[in-house]
């Protein structure tokens, strides 16, 4: 059945930023199609949480709070999953975010954080998942870019820019990892997270952003979380090195910030 190729039975995941939002709905979305998973993020209480969603989808989770910012530490999750549960078949990359600044606020030092936060902890990682991926024979990774990494937008100089980055690290770490390693990004429009709380509890921005949006409705965790199903599973076998656009149907930022011309 086509259903079979969406499974993910007995195999194992680290997802990154897992605490919340996209990467807690992505642990979760993988342990629901058959994976155990280890997460990470800063906050032990909101893992704990998660970890009770996984295991009450009747998979294993292994909780590792840290400081993702940290490389080394990133960069351990993948002897983790593979220390506890003897393989790793499957990264999801989604610790980044950058606030958004006016352009002559955005010093060279945020945008090196910027990029430091988005990009080097995503090759961190996969860097230190794929030898462990090889030994099972191969691997998928998927990253969490967006929108913004295509578009223009007053204010995201530093995101924008980091998460430009990120795709095109996709699409170069997919040719350098074929055959046996897969590796793809989502770019993700407006999503409801923490992170959009200050639209999501303002009934006039969130009027805007939703009416800017094609199919007129902010987009839940769950939307990117049945993507990366996809991409780490069977079904999404033939995909590598492609940026899967999960945005509503966004051609247009619809966004204003308040930000000064400069």
């Given amino acids: 059945m086509i259903l079979d190729r969406f499974r993910l039975t007995d195999r194992v995941g680290v997802v990154t930023g897992a605490g919340r ?3 807690a709905a992505a642990a979760v979305g993988l342990a629901e199609a058959g994976a155990d998973v280890v997460i990470s993020a800063r906050t032990e209480e909101q893992l704990a949480e998660v970890a009770a969603l996984v295991e009450a989808a009747g ?3 292994v909780v590792v709070p840290a400081d993702l910012n940290d490389l080394d530490a990133v960069a351990q999750l993948a002897d ?3 220390d506890t549960f003897g393989r790793l078949d499957i990264v999801v990359n989604n610790v980044g975010g950058t606030m958004p600044r ?3 606020d955005t010093s060279p ?4 954080e910027a990029f ?3 990009v080097a902890t995503a090759h961190a990682l996969t860097r230190a998942a794929v030898p462990h991926m090889l030994k099972g024979g191969g691997g998928s990774v998927v990253s969490i870019s967006s929108a913004m990494g295509r578009m223009a937008g007053r204010g995201f100089v530093a995101y924008g820019t980091a998460k430009a980055a990120l795709a095109h690290f996709t699409r170069l770490a997919a040719a350098d990892l074929a055959p046996k390693v897969r590796v793809n990004a989502i770019a993700v429009g407006s999503v409801a997270t923490s992170a959009l709380e200050v639209v999501l509890t303002d009934d006039t921005l969130r009027k805007v ?4 949006t094609p199919l007129h409705r902010i987009g839940d965790p769950e939307d990117i979380a049945a993507a990366v199903v996809y991409l780490s599973s069977d079904a999404g076998g033939y995909v590598t090195g492609k940026v899967i656009e999960v945005d509503g149907g966004l051609d247009h930022p619809n966004l ?3 930000m000064a011309d400069l």
């Fill in 256 to 258: 204003d910030l308040g």
């Fill in 116 to 118: 430091h936060f988005n």
């Fill in 80 to 82: 983790a999953a593979f």
């Fill in 59 to 61: 998979r294993k989770a």
């Fill in 109 to 112: 030092r945020f945008l090196e």
């Fill in 21 to 23: 939002g996209i990467g």
């Fill in 209 to 212: 952003m939703e009416e800017g």
């Fill in 102 to 104: 006016a352009f002559l």
